[in-house]
């Protein structure tokens, strides 16, 4: 597969690295001499300096032989003409595009409908917003992600040195819960590991576990985790996410203010919404949270364009008894420090970014696909054909290589969690999770087996 990556920010850095991991011809394109120059040093790919809409840069990157175009600038209008170059040179390729503005949301249909048929728009901010409600909704995960339609999620959880499962073999912990549990990994000292079933559970590991919808509530109680509803919610900063997340709260009825430092950003976002208390202000002044009655919010979200910031803000409103923050962060160096200053929900634009592209790079019949928050592992939701031969026989006896698990089957309006003995059938949809050094044998396994050509 051959991938041109338009864009060497953090982004177009990540998606390479990964790409280059898993043995992809990729290119990546940027007109920073300096950023390039970053690339070729940490990543074994192509590089070229120009700019990703110029047809000559793309003829000499090789867009008629691209199977991927991915264009992840910071500016929309650069990745919009790339699309639209690529189109015109070679119109099977492809398209991927990042596009924030929200400008452009009403035109997101055209732009995939006519030119430049871009293929997938991608919107990260629109994703940070989700995952922050998928946060607001299990209260006490650290990471939440959602398959089968919303009807599966993967929940991370810590766990608490009071926990009453503390100690628990794993081949005990559905005895314990009252039904089938499947926990799909483990990360202990940042190592993430696949646990059977004669491991036991301890205080400080993150938990990944699997659960229906309607089964949630039950396990989480069983972690000593409450799914107590947010009534009242304080966003600080009120840029393009912060005021998306302040509409979307709005219309779930939830009592918010927003605090923003700019009087002038503070006017624009009072002419866009109704109910929500729109305050100008310094969100770390510790007086102006206090004279907010910061103590009695279910949940701040920290949204400024300063980390920093986030990180300070989020910090002192767990001082003054906030139970419940949510920090965007940007770094992805700075993900695997929060648990240890007590941060643990954590998004991040940049990360939805991948997330999304992910989906869209993998070969197979894959239905979603996203990265866990330690970058380690993904989880890829596709569905298994005839061909494949893992169908008709039971999971321990088929070719899922170690280090890769299959944790859910969803066959029509049935979901079942797994075990050894099950049997995936033609159609299912099958949910995996699979440590980032066993990636190429699943996408060759979705590619070659679970896809008929």
Not at 194 to 208: A, M, N, T
């Amino acid at each position: 597969m051959k991938i041109i990556i338009v864009g060497a920010g953090q982004v177009g850095f990540y998606i390479a690295s990964r790409l280059a991991y898993e043995n992809k011809d990729v290119v990546v394109i940027d007109t920073s001499p300096e950023a390039i120059r970053q690339v070729s040093e940490k990543i074994d790919v192509n590089v070229i300096v120009g700019s990703g809409s110029s047809p000559m840069v793309l003829k000499e990157a090789g867009i008629r032989q691209a199977d991927i175009l991915l264009a992840v600038t910071d500016s929309d209008e650069t990745n919009l003409v790339a699309c639209m170059m690529a189109d015109i040179i070679s119109p099977t390729t492809k398209k991927l595009a990042r596009i924030r503005k929200h400008d452009y949301d009403e035109y997101h249909e055209i732009f995939q409908q006519a030119s430049p048929h871009i293929d997938t728009i991608i919107n990260p901010e629109i994703e940070v917003v989700k995952t922050i409600e998928r946060f607001m909704s299990v209260p006490g995960a650290v990471d939440v992600g959602e398959f089968a339609d919303g009807r599966l999620k993967l929940v991370g959880i810590m766990m608490d040195k009071d926990a009453r499962l503390a100690g628990v073999r794993l081949s005990e912990l559905s005895g314990k819960i009252g039904m089938r549990t499947l926990v799909v990994a483990v990360v202990r000292e940042e190592e993430t590991i696949i646990p059977r079933g004669d491991d036991r559970l301890y205080p400080g590991d993150l938990i990944y576990f699997i659960s229906e919808e309607r089964h949630l509530e039950k396990i989480l109680k069983a972690f000593n985790k409450h799914m107590d509803p947010i009534r009242r919610a304080m966003i600080v900063g009120g840029g393009r996410i912060g005021l998306r997340l302040a509409k979307t709260l709005e219309q779930q009825s939830i009592h918010t203010k927003l605090i923003e430092r700019s009087s002038e950003r503070c006017a624009e976002i009072v002419e866009q919404v109704n109910k929500v208390l729109v305050i100008q202000g310094d969100a770390s002044d510790q007086g102006l949270l206090a004279e907010e009655n910061i103590s009695d919010m279910d949940v701040v979200v920290t949204l400024t364009s300063d980390e920093e910031t986030n990180i300070l803000v989020s910090l002192l409103a767990k001082k003054m008894g906030v139970r419940k923050t949510i920090t965007k962060l940007s770094k992805f160096g700075y993900f695997s420090l929060m648990s240890t200053i007590g941060l643990e929900q954590i998004v991040s634009s940049r990360l939805s970014a991948v997330n999304s592209i992910l989906q869209h790079i993998r070969r197979g019949k894959v239905l979603s696909a996203r990265t866990m928050t330690d970058e380690k592992a993904e989880v890829l939701e596709a569905v298994a054909l005839e061909t494949s031969d893992i169908v008709g026989k039971p999971l321990n006896r088929t070719s899922i290589p170690k280090g890769a698990l299959v944790i859910a089957i969803i066959r029509e309006d049935a979901i079942e969690i797994p075990s050894g003995d099950s049997v995936i059938q033609p159609n299912d949809r099958i949910i995996i999770f699979a440590k980032r050094e066993v990636i190429s044998k699943i996408e060759k396994i979705l590619t070659v087996k679970l896809e008929f050509f």
